[in-house]
Nanobody, 123 residues
């Protein structure tokens, strides 16, 4: 069974940077496209970024484009989310997920989810 564990969240100030990690186990990591989603209090879960199985293609939500980079290390079964110039509106629980469907932006197309890591950005 696929297991995903996020780490790296925390409390930072606006303008700071943060790197989240997602450790994958239970199957062949390179067989899965992966994604990051986030959910702020009182809001729906939203797409943040996605990466294909090899890392050659990445996708971003407009709200984070230019500030956030997704990457993966297939040798170490880990995906990363590098976040720069953080804003208070980036405050949310961040989830990593493994995709089985074709839509990188749709949470319904992801079969496996981590437990989430909290990111809080103070102004």
């Amino acid at each position: 069974q696929v297991q995903l564990v996020e780490s790296g969240g925390g409390l930072v100030q606006a303008g700071d940077s943060l790197k989240l990690s997602c450790a994958f186990s239970g199957s062949t990591f390179s067989s899965y496209a992966m994604g990051w989603f986030r959910q702020a209090p009182g809001k729906e879960r939203e797409f943040v970024a996605a990466i294909n199985w090899s890392g050659s293609r990445t996708y971003y939500a407009d709200s984070v484009k230019g500030r956030i980079t997704v990457s993966r290390d297939n040798a170490n079964n880990t995906m990363y989310l590098h976040m720069n110039t953080l804003k208070p509106e980036d405050t949310a629980v961040y989830y990593c997920a493994a995709r089985s469907g074709s839509r990188y932006y749709a949470s319904d197309d992801y079969s496996y989810w981590g437990q989430g890591t909290q990111v809080t950005v103070s102004s």
